[in-house]
């Protein structure tokens, strides 16, 4: 992942600067202070300002500097009068210091920013339909507050899903318990589904209450492609009660169905999240009877925890799922 990568070289680059830092002859570690004293000394010229800009006394900086010398086994300065002059190897010397400095600033900064939650890299993946809707919103409301944090996000379906659960090629998965088979993964329930017909406006059916599915035998679906749990668990109950449908045009996500269902090609069984992608002034949502229901749940790896970063955005989900249930989506 990008942080990952992005602290190897940090780490390559302190570990080079290091090298440089020590020589054969040193038996000691050279102390960041010291390093810290001595940048201060090359940048502002005098041991008295070093010791301002570091709030130390000019006692204190001029025995780092003696012990840095004695350290890196060679002469930084030449004394004149008591005051100190950069030998040719102190500006040699300096440069690689500024370079360790820097690296160790970077690391800091790192982990402050991991510590803040602001810094890091998601791999979600999840169904068309989530990533067509609620997830839309999520990440740009999880952005705006974590700047620094990249996403990616993959739609899949759930055999996909619980394959990229199992490899710990994701950080957390959305999808649903239809025929969900979590091995390897941990799930938490966040909100509960029940299908719905929608039509066009002026579709016959377009009438208050449920629409009984045997009232369903004679019309033109549009449909998910096969395979997908919603249209097997649809497939199975239209058998039980010997209704052959008319499948006009399958597509594999929810957006291009409802576009054709716009277009009058025939009527849809969606999962409810779809219904934000209507046009109310075209097509209109109906329940079912009996219902078909199944839960929206989170999926995690079982033996990896979220990190701070994953459970921040776990927590703009929950707040994405609770404006789907307050807009009557989802119980």
């Not at 109310?280 to 990896?304: E, G, K, M, N």
Request: hydrophobic share 45%; with cysteine; glycine share 6%.
């Amino acid at each position: 992942m990008g942080i990952l990568f992005h602290s190897i070289q940090i780490l390559t680059r302190i570990t080079s600067s290091m090298q440089k830092i020590h020589t054969e002859g040193s038996n000691k570690m050279i102390k960041v202070r010291e390093l810290e004293a001595f940048d201060a000394f090359m940048r502002l010229g005098s041991v008295q300002t070093a010791g301002e800009f570091l709030g130390l006394g000019q006692p204190a900086v001029s025995r780092l500097l003696s012990a840095l010398e004695e350290h890196v086994g060679f002469p930084l300065f030449l004394r004149k009068r008591n005051r100190l002059a950069p030998t040719p190897e102190a500006f040699q010397y300096h440069m690689t210091v500024q370079r360790a400095l820097a690296a160790m600033r970077d690391i800091e900064e790192e982990a402050a920013a991991i510590a803040n939650k602001q810094l890091g890299h998601l791999v979600i993946a999840a169904q068309p339909v989530f990533c067509d809707t609620f997830l839309l919103d999520a990440i740009a409301v999880f952005r705006r507050s974590h700047p620094g944090v990249s996403i990616r996000l993959v739609d899949v379906g759930m055999e996909e899903m619980m394959r990229m659960i199992a490899e710990r090629s994701c950080d957390l998965a959305l999808g649903i318990t239809l025929e969900a088979e979590s091995f390897g993964a941990t799930a938490r329930t966040l909100a509960r589904c029940e299908a719905r017909c929608i039509l066009p406006v002026d579709h016959p059916l377009n009438q208050p209450g449920e629409i009984p599915l045997p009232r369903l035998r004679r019309e033109s679906f549009v449909d998910l492609a096969p395979g997908s749990p919603l249209r097997t668990r649809v497939d199975y109950l239209m058998q039980t009660i010997d209704v052959q449908r008319n499948i006009t045009a399958e597509m594999r996500n929810l957006r291009g169905v409802v576009k054709l269902v716009e277009m009058g090609l025939g009527l849809a069984i969606v999962d409810p999240v779809a219904c934000r992608l209507l046009d109310p002034a075209q097509v209109v949502d109906r329940p079912l009877l009996p219902s078909i229901a199944w839960d929206i749940a989170q999926f995690t790896p079982r033996d990896r925890p979220l990190s701070a970063v994953g459970q921040a955005f776990s927590d703009v989900i929950a707040t994405e799922i609770a404006r789907l249930r307050s807009q009557g989506l989802v119980l």
